[in-house]
């Protein structure tokens, strides 16, 4: 009895090891892991834009698509008013520059100025009255005026709502006058209000070019444009009992304050006209001249 129970037992125990021994040959044996990236088809690559690509943040040197008025051509200056050259301040103005045709925008060409001529507009009348709405060809212009009467003259300026203009006062003075100032239309038409007691003419008239900075006259006046002098010393006369004052206009910059005196007056001055044209205004009752030293 003893026998058979030991055969079945190393009986069990060959077949339990031949168990174990195809488990194992069984098991899978792992995939070697590959430090390559995994293939991607060519056909589904995308190359990144490069930095270097000529095309990428090109700036076209043709311009000729961009609008006369944004960029100048010559002088590449952007915007309405070229500070380069400066007289080119309204194309309504000053024709197209002869050189570059560009209107306002003509930039550093040739110190060419044709100034816009306009028949002279004459208003008429007597005491005080609104006038109609007059057209101004132009943005920069002359405004003359001369009032025979004994009490006060007093013309300001309106736009056509009626809102007064700053800066808008351009006469006011006492009996019998004559005078002119610089008008700012840039809207192209102005009202004028009119304070007098007497009859009155008030004209708008162009600019026109003068040959030197040297000139005499009496009582307000706005002088002819001239080509800038070099900055130099000039002498101021004037044999009024009132203000006289003298502001210089460049085109390339700011007026300038250079004369505020009261009466009689003698004086020198350094003017600076800047580097293109110009022109004077003055004020004053009585005889006076501005003479190159």
Not at 92 to 106: I, K, Q, V
Request: charged share 25%.
């Amino acid at each position: 009895m003893k026998k058979y129970i030991a055969i079945i037992l190393a009986f069990m125990l060959i077949m339990s090891l031949f168990a174990c021994s195809v488990d194992k040959s069984t098991q899978a044996t792992p995939t070697p892991v590959s430090n390559e990236p995994a293939s991607t088809p060519s056909e589904n690559v995308i190359d990144p834009p490069n930095s270097n690509d000529d095309r990428i943040n090109q700036t076209p040197d043709n311009r000729d698509d961009i609008p006369v008025g944004d960029i100048c051509k010559i002088c590449n200056t952007v915007g309405d008013i070229c500070e380069a050259c400066g007289f080119c301040i309204d194309c309504d103005t000053f024709e197209r520059c002869m050189d570059c045709n560009l209107g306002d925008d003509c930039c550093e060409c040739e110190k060419t100025l044709e100034i816009y001529q306009f028949e002279p507009i004459i208003i008429t009348g007597k005491g005080s009255q609104i006038t109609d709405i007059i057209d101004v060809p132009v943005a920069l212009s002359i405004f003359s005026f001369t009032h025979t009467g004994r009490r006060n003259f007093i013309v300001r300026q309106y736009t056509t709502d009626y809102t007064e203009v700053r800066g808008g006062l351009l006469a006011n003075e006492i009996g019998d006058s004559t005078g002119s100032t610089t008008l700012n239309a840039e809207d192209g038409q102005v009202v004028f209000d009119v304070s007098a007691d007497g009859d009155w003419t008030l004209t708008i008239s162009p600019f026109q070019l003068v040959e030197t900075a040297e000139l005499s006259g009496s009582g307000n006046t706005i002088s002819g444009v001239f080509a800038s002098p070099d900055r130099g010393v000039y002498r101021f006369t004037h044999d009024g009992r009132r203000n006289f004052i003298v502001y210089i206009y460049p085109f390339s910059g700011r007026e300038r304050l250079i004369v505020n005196e009261i009466g009689v007056t003698d004086i020198t001055a350094i003017v600076d006209f800047g580097d293109t044209y110009a022109y004077w205004e003055i004020k004053g009752d009585g005889n006076w001249k501005i003479i190159k030293e």
